[in-house]
């Protein structure tokens, strides 16, 4: 049986990477890792602490170097940020490295789902209306780079079981035709 390429979740923040990745690579059978997870450990400061105290260049170096560094290790499921897909650098990685998806939903529900989340850095200090349009905004910048990646699941008010089996159903294909 062929061993699957890294799998990489891409999508905006809320879309659900975090919660699918787990639950993907226990019906796969495979490691998972959270990049912004990896950038904490690596570094010892929480994402909001590394925007506050140095910048958000410095956030994407960071975002930068862990992907690089993920994409050379054993085949895993991969959660990555919302913003890390937009640096042709890392989109070129994850293209060569793997099998990218994007976990796709609209700009309400991720207003529903993020809430007043202080984890998020772009969104912070801004009211309920900024919130959405600042939202709508990012997305409507990001959609095309995420449009691009191999395979799109639409998650607006769906169970994330149902999310796993969706992608765990096609990416069996992968497995199947062994072309990785
Ligand atoms: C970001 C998304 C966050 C995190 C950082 C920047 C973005 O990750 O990397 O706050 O630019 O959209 P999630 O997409 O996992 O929330």
Redesign the pocket.
Known sequence: MEELPIIYLIG????G??TVAPKLAKCLSMDWV???DRIEEDTGFS?PEI?DYYGEDK?RNL?KKAITSVSKENSKIV?V????PMDDENWKIMKTSGVIIYLQIGPEEIFQRIGSDK????LAGLDNGARLEKIKE?LSKRHPRYSQADLAVKCNGTDPQKIVEEIAQKIESVRESGSG
């Open positions: 905006f923040m809320g879309a990477k975090s959270d990049v912004d994402i925007f956030f975002e959660a940020g919302g913003g890390a984890s998020r850095p772009l990012l």
